[in-house]
């Protein structure tokens, strides 16, 4: 390899020169149309408007605020539905958990809840345990393992 077979690593698209006369394909009005709000320099309406009418923003106020796309989502498992793991498994981790119906999906977190009763001592492993869903197990001889 010499200097001169060196190339760019990801030459870019060249930006369009607007203005530049009409044999360049994108002269006289520029891409703009003809006349208009839309077609003066610094013209154009804000974000949202609808040429006066009520803007959808306004008239579905539950869907405007912060979401956050961060957030996490975790799947809850309530203590009272382990009930339907068969006695002989002792160890409950997510796999078992989506092998009984209990989660939709194995990869995301699962959080465990205290609604309910548990009778039987399990080692339950997920990402989070509500305190009164630790308490339980634990008094059940269990144990909480987070994952």
Do not use: C, W
Not at 107 to 136: C, D, M, W, Y
């Amino acid at each position: 390899m010499r200097l001169h077979d060196l190339k760019p690593n990801n030459p870019g698209k060249t930006k369009t020169r607007v203005g530049r006369g009409d044999g360049s394909g994108r002269g006289t009005y520029s891409g703009r149309g003809l006349k208009g709000q839309k077609a003066r320099s610094g013209g154009g309406v804000r974000p949202g408007f609808e040429g006066g009418q009520n803007p959808q923003m306004k008239g579905l106020p539950m869907l405007r605020g912060f979401k956050n796309p961060f957030r996490t989502v975790y799947q809850t498992v309530n203590l009272g539905s382990l009930a339907v793991i068969p006695e002989d498994v002792s160890e409950v981790s997510p796999d078992v958990l989506f092998h009984h119906g209990l989660i939709r999906k194995i990869n995301k977190p699962v959080k465990i809840l205290g609604t309910g009763a548990l009778n039987r001592s399990l080692q339950i492993k997920a990402t989070k345990f509500t305190e009164s869903a630790k308490a339980k197990i634990e008094a059940a001889g269990g144990k909480a393992v987070v994952s």
